[in-house]
């Protein structure tokens, strides 16, 4: 009997921390969303593009929504401009050795643009091959991107 149960125990343990740590990814994309949604709000209005710093300005309201739940150095943006939604074309991230996004940049453009804001964070698993099974890519990490894409209003 307990040579059964300790047989059991171990992929049973798994799918446990598996369901908890999917549970996380969830959340922290349903954050990530909402704090992208949040900030995107300031470059939509022109209140990032006419501030002193527009990444940093960018960067503070987004981290504001954020709880205090994460580190925001964490946190990768990539944010471009085109002439209209047709244009848009955006890479796919690529990371280097370290894990970090190595092609993004923040050029969010004029007035009466259209702007793409990406944010990146990777979500590192502490159940094994867990990332792995979801074809997460390297390690045992998953890319947790949240999007947003619109026309700036003709701000002054």
């Known amino acids: 009997m307990t040579l059964e149960y300790s047989i059991l125990l171990l992929p049973a343990l798994m799918i446990l921390f598996g369901i908890f740590e999917m549970g996380m990814v969830i959340f922290e994309n349903s954050v990530v969303e909402g704090a992208t949604r949040d900030a995107a709000r300031r470059l939509r209005t022109g ?25 925001c150095a964490s946190f990768t943006f990539d944010v ?12 796919a991230p690529q990371f280097d050795a370290q894990g ?3 092609n993004a940049q923040f050029t969010p453009g004029g007035a009466g643009t259209i702007t793409t804001v990406r944010v990146i964070y990777r979500h590192v698993f502490a159940t094994p091959l867990i990332g792995s099974l979801m074809g997460a890519g390297t390690g045992n990490t998953l890319a947790v991107t949240a999007t947003a894409v619109f026309k700036t209003e003709p701000y002054s």
């Open 47 to 71: 209140q990032a593009q006419t501030s002193v710093d527009p990444a940093a300005n960018f960067r503070q309201a987004f981290c504001a929504s954020l709880f205090s739940l994460y580190n």
């Open 80 to 91: 471009r401009s085109f002439g209209d939604f047709t244009a848009i074309a955006l890479p």
């Open 100 to 102: 970090n996004v190595s």
